[in-house]
């Protein structure tokens, strides 16, 4: 099977979407479907040794320096060459330009044609948008992904709350959950004394560590507020932020404000083939405050490194932390975060097994048996009929 996909986002930019299209496309080789991927052209990336990949001309997003719009005229050149690849469906990663070029791509070549809902915009928007009321946002979202996903064959979601979520909007399309897995070669190693020594943590400081986008909706400032609490009784304790994004300097600015200059630390991006690895073998407990993950890839990541998770089990990290392997799941409050963060600092026993645990229970979310199903999910497309317009159904493939 050869599968034509197209994101508005792909590395250098960093991102659960990225993350899961570089997951994928190996997994789904091994699988006998062979992928390309149309994504945007980034300023100063270089050249980018990743086969199968076709970069677009691009334009800067105003107010949004990470990202970059995709020009539709080269990709509607590309049109004739995508006809002699004879690609047998198209999968839509992004709502934006690659939503709308990945259908008229595929009804130019008359395949199916099936998207990932990656993000849960109802809660994302109006964190860039504040002067437009929230009520607005929230139903103009819900509008838009109706309409998407209702004009394709298929939409995955990486979640059975983002699959609930569709269904309440209206999605008449049939809905697959399928996760992101995590590729077991990939997550191995780490070296915790090297990444300790490289950035000045003493062997006694008890890490806490966060990695994303860091990005308003991941609600850091929730967990800056929550170490100030943890610091009471353990005055070693450190916060470690990873990443970058529009969020970041209201975030320093509120670390300062709190005094929490030896308690917070900005790390920016990390390598995250390497020294990211390094920085979850470093931590003693990851924290993740989110309220709007589809799935919340990271808390699998840091569980493969035998790093425990204490999170809030919102929208798609319940999937992850319900089994109550390897994590404890929080209040959502500051206090009672703090106080599941302290009681486990407290405890080195309790920790350790935690850590076993976690990577133990991060090896059954296996990227090729996601990659499998993927693909069970692409073969149902190409050869059935299209379901009924007013089908309904969710499914686990």
């Known amino acids: 099977m050869n599968v034509l996909m197209i994101s508005d986002v792909y590395f250098p930019r960093i991102n659960g979407v990225s993350t899961s299209l570089e997951t994928f496309r190996p997994a789904l080789d091994a699988q006998g479907v062979r992928s390309t991927l149309i994504a945007p052209d980034y300023p100063g990336a270089g050249a980018d040794p990743a086969a199968n990949l076709l970069r677009i001309a691009s334009r800067r997003v105003p107010f949004d320096p990470e990202d970059r719009m995709m020009r539709r005229v080269p990709i509607r050149a590309a ?146 507020d929550m170490v100030e609490r943890v610091r009471r009784n353990d005055p070693s304790a450190l916060l470690l932020i990873t990443g970058e994004g529009p969020a970041l300097p209201t975030l320093r600015a509120h670390a300062e404000r709190r005094g929490l200059g030896e308690h917070v630390r900005f790390l920016g991006y990390l390598d995250r083939h390497s020294e990211l690895h390094d920085c979850y073998r470093a931590a003693d407990v990851f924290v993740f405050a989110s309220r709007t993950e589809t799935q919340g890839l990271v808390l699998l990541e840091a569980m493969a490194l035998g790093t425990p998770v204490v999170a809030l089990a919102e929208m798609g990290t319940r999937d992850i932390l319900e089994p109550q392997r390897g994590c404890r799941i929080a209040p959502d409050d500051i206090a009672g975060f703090a106080r599941v963060v302290g009681d486990l600092l407290a405890d080195p026993a309790a920790l350790r097994n935690l850590g076993e645990q976690a990577r133990d229970y991060a090896r059954s979310w296996g990227a090729d048996e996601m990659a499998r199903r993927l693909a069970r999910v692409y073969r149902r497309c190409v050869d059935s009929a299209l379901e009924p317009a007013n089908a309904r159904r969710v499914a686990t493939p």
Not at 129 to 152: D, F, K, M, T
């Open 79 to 224: 049109l004739p060459r995508l006809r002699d690849e004879h690609f047998d469906l198209v999968h839509v990663h992004t709502p934006f330009v690659a939503h709308y070029a990945g259908l008229e791509i595929a009804r130019a070549l008359g395949v199916p044609c099936v998207a990932t809902y990656h993000t849960f915009f109802e809660e994302y928007l109006f964190h860039y948008v504040p002067v437009v009321p929230r009520a607005w946002l929230r139903a103009l979202a819900r509008h838009y992904s109706r309409g998407q996903c209702n004009a394709l064959d298929a939409v995955i979601v990486p979640s059975r709350a983002m699959a609930a979520a569709l269904e309440r909007y209206g999605v008449t399309r049939p809905l697959h959950v399928l996760p992101t897995g995590i590729p077991p070669d990939k997550f191995h190693g780490g070296e915790s004394c090297y990444f300790r020594q490289r950035y000045g943590i003493g062997k006694e400081r008890k890490v806490l560590l966060f990695v994303g986008r860091v990005a308003h909706e991941k609600n850091i400032g929730f967990l800056i």
